[in-house]
């Protein structure tokens, strides 16, 4: 498998919200919540595991589904 088919671990918050179709702030709002965990890259962006934003992104749709 090659690097480019590989996903990144570490992703920015736009990045992050493209990738489970959510808008930056409701990430902003996963992180505030202590959803999320953060590391800045050397040029100061705010990046976050892609994996968890995935794992955060099944529990609201499995919360939001339970409600209904």
């Known amino acids: 498998m090659t690097s480019a088919a ?15 179709g959510r ?11 202590g959803r999320l965990a953060t590391r800045n890259d050397g040029d100061g962006i705010t ?11 099944s529990e609201v749709k499995g919360a939001t589904t339970r409600k209904r």
């Open 6 to 20: 590989m996903p990144k671990e570490w992703v920015a918050v736009k990045e992050a919200a493209l990738l489970v």
């Open 23 to 33: 808008d930056e702030p409701q990430i902003y709002r996963w992180i505030s919540g």
């Open 47 to 57: 990046q976050v595991l892609s994996s968890a934003v995935v794992r955060v992104e």
